[in-house]
T-cell receptor, first 115, second 115 residues
C-alpha cells in the first residue's frame, strides 16, 4: 500500500512569510509525528499526535510553530513568520502499535529553505 | 530520560569490508532500540529494531545489531559492504511502552563506501 507522503517536497520562502507543510499518513495509523532535521544534526522531535488524545507539543521550538491533525488522518505543520534558522528538512512519520510494539514509517520529507 | 550517542559522524569503508556503526544509549527504563537508514533525498527507512527477546537482531539488506545491556550499546554491523549501502544511518531509543513512545535519535553516521 501507499506509504507516508509529504507535500511539498521542496519549499523556498522569504523570511517573515508563513508556510504550511502537509503530511498524509498511512491509512489506519493512529500515531503521527513531526520531526525537524537540520544539516548535520539528528532528528529533532517537534510534535506527536496519538488518536484523539491531546497532542504532545513539547518539542515545538517556539510559538511560531503549530500543527493540527484533522479527522485523525492528514496533518499540517504551520510555521509563522519564518526565520532563516527554520531552514531544514521536516519529516513526518506515522505508526501503529501492535502487541505493545510500535513501528514508525517515515515520509520523504519537505525541504524548507528560508531566504 | 534517554539519549543516544553515535560515535563518528562519518565512517569510510572499502567495498567488501566489514561495516561497524557504533551506537550507545542511555535510558532509565529497558529500551526499545532502532536503526534507520536514510538514502539521499529520501525519508528514513527502518533497518531493524530490538524490543525484547533475542539480543542479536537481523534486519534488511544484511545488517544486524546486537543489544548489549552491560555496555549500553546497539552497534550495527554488516559483514561485507556494498556500494549501495552508502547512506546516513540513525540509531534511536525509546522507552518500552511505559511512556509515549517518542524516540530519541542520534545525530547520524554517514557511511561512505569506496570501490
Amino acid at each position: 500500500g501507499a506509504g507516508v507522503s509529504q507535500s511539498p517536497s521542496n519549499k523556498v520562502t522569504e523570511k517573515g512569510k508563513d508556510v504550511e507543510l502537509r503530511c498524509d499518513p498511512i491509512s489506519g495509523h493512529t500515531a503521527l509525528y513531526w520531526y525537524r532535521q537540520s544539516l548535520g544534526q539528528g532528528l529533532e522531535f517537534l510534535i506527536y499526535f496519538q488518536g484523539n488524545s491531546a497532542p504532545d507539543k513539547s518539542g515545538l521550538p517556539s510559538d511560531r510553530f503549530s500543527a493540527e491533525r484533522t479527522g485523525g488522518s492528514v496533518s499540517t505543520l504551520t510555521i509563522q513568520r519564518t526565520q532563516q534558522e527554520d531552514s531544514a528538512v521536516y519529516l513526518c512519520a506515522s505508526s501503529f502499535t501492535s502487541g505493545g510494539q510500535e513501528t514508525q514509517y517515515f515520509g520523504p520529507g519537505t525541504r524548507l529553505l528560508v531566504l | 530520560a534517554q539519549s543516544v550517542t553515535q560515535l563518528g559522524s562519518h565512517v569510510s569503508v572499502s567495498e567488501g569490508a566489514l561495516v561497524l556503526l557504533r551506537c550507545n544509549y542511555s535510558s532509565s527504563v529497558p529500551p526499545y532500540l532502532f536503526w534507520y537508514v536514510q538514502y539521499p533525498n529520501q525519508g528514513l527507512q527502518l533497518l531493524l529494531k530490538y524490543t525484547t527477546g533475542a539480543t542479536l537482531v537481523k534486519g534488511i539488506n544484511g545488517f544486524e545489531a546486537e543489544f548489549k545491556k552491560s555496555e549500553t550499546s546497539f552497534h550495527l554491523t554488516k559483514p561485507s559492504a556494498h556500494m549501495s549501502d552508502a547512506a546516513e544511518y540513525f540509531c534511536a531509543v525509546s522507552d518500552n511502552g511505559g511512556g509515549s513512545y517518542i524516540p530519541t535519535f542520534g545525530r547520524g553516521t554517514s557511511l561512505i563506501v569506496h570501490p
